[in-house]
């Protein structure tokens, strides 16, 4: 088989939430112990992360993958979903899984796969753990791909366990109020494992602390003990303290999003814990945060595509998350913002329009999967909350009509939806 078709193989034989929406949900862990006794359990070979949460989970991830390296560890980065390449969900030091080692696993296991029909992602799963496996990895960052209780990663005993936060997404599965959708994601936390939770919420901790109880465990507030002290202004340098005490100098982040100041509280909390068994120098967390693109590959995090006009996209899809995204976009220099929006059929549009800026010229789109909101739908409810734009059939041609209406001096926005961003030319 070729790589195209063992994807088209695994695309047309396994339902994939991301293209197929509930459908594609199994409320159980049936398939994903049945796999991992098939492999023998492969991630019992080398230590782990587990990093669960509403927004910033991935950008977490890539920020411990890539201190990890930076300290000279072989480290495995599982994420999803993927932006241009499949491949992208599994990766070593930044390098990608290669084609030949996906079409070995599909061919090796085509027999299993037809017969336990499990998931796209439980096959994903299942692949990433014995590749890290076989290329013996010594440490490997796994991020949850929704919730945590039922999430084919929560087989894995990590070193410790990270929420980063705690948002109403996926409600339609993990539950319309915030104390439920906590509760699925606190079930990462386990026996005697530490836990962060990256966000104290007053409606959400005892959910954590009560689960930190029962599990004999300890949980840390990151940003209860962590403080930001900016010595520029945008992305750094910023000096990071803790318990009011200087910890860190001089820390930049080449992750230019200003919810990543958060994912930095995180994600220090957590290297803080690992250090006590991990060999981590200062300047490692310092060198490691700084180069986060280049050790890991992450796009799509108020990523700026070119200038003259200012092209930036953002895969910031829920309420929560898009909150910092507009006040970031307000306070961005230009004459005339464009914005190029779409949204998956599944979400709570309504209060997410209503958050977006009534002064922008909208260009309104859709993603090339099942789940997309349709284009036309989608302005005209934008119209009821006083967004004004036209629509058009693709990202792409989308994309185009901006670009010719905007000036230099103007902004192109791109987001809405993660899978609007992954059709973005060239990215």
Known sequence: MTYQQVLDFLFSQLPVYQRDGKAAYKANLDNTNALDDHFNQPHQNYLTIHVAGTNGKGSVSHMLASVLQQAGYKVGLYTSPHLKDFRERIKINGQMISEDAVISFVEQNKEIIKNLKPSFFEMTVALAFEYFSNEKV????????????????????????????????????????????????????????????????????????????????????????????????????????????????????????????????TTITTLQIVRDQLDISTEDIINGLSNVIANTGLKGRWQIISDAPKVICDTGHNKEGLSYIVNQLKNENFEKLH?????????????????????????????????????ITLMRQAKTVGLQGSAYANVELALKKAKEAANENDIIFIGGSTFVVAEIPNL
């Not at 340098?237 to 992750?255: A, W």
Request: no cysteine; glycine share 6%; proline share 4%.
């Open 138 to 265: 010594d440490i490997a960052v796994i991020e949850v791909g929704m919730g945590g209780r039922l999430d084919s990663t929560n087989i894995i005993s990590p070193l410790v366990s990270v929420i980063t936060n705690i948002g109403l997404d996926h409600t339609a599965f993990l539950g319309d109020n915030l104390k439920a959708i906590a509760g699925e994601k606190a079930s990462i936390i386990k026996a005697g494992i530490p836990a962060v939770v990256g966000e104290w919420d007053a409606e959400t901790a005892s959910v954590f602390l009560s689960k930190a109880l029962q599990s004999n465990t300890s949980v840390v507030f990151a940003d209860k003990v962590r403080k930001l002290q900016v010595n520029n202004k945008n992305n750094g340098p910023f000096t990071v303290e803790f318990n009011s005490q200087p910890e860190f100098l001089n820390i930049s982040l080449d992750l230019l999003g200003d919810y990543q100041k958060k994912n930095l509280f």
């Open 339 to 375: 914005i190029v929006w779409g949204m998956v059929n599944d979400k709570d549009i309504d209060s997410v329009l209503e958050l977006l800026p009534k002064t922008a010229k909208y260009y309104f789109t859709k993603a090339s999967i099942p789940r997309a909101l349709n284009e």
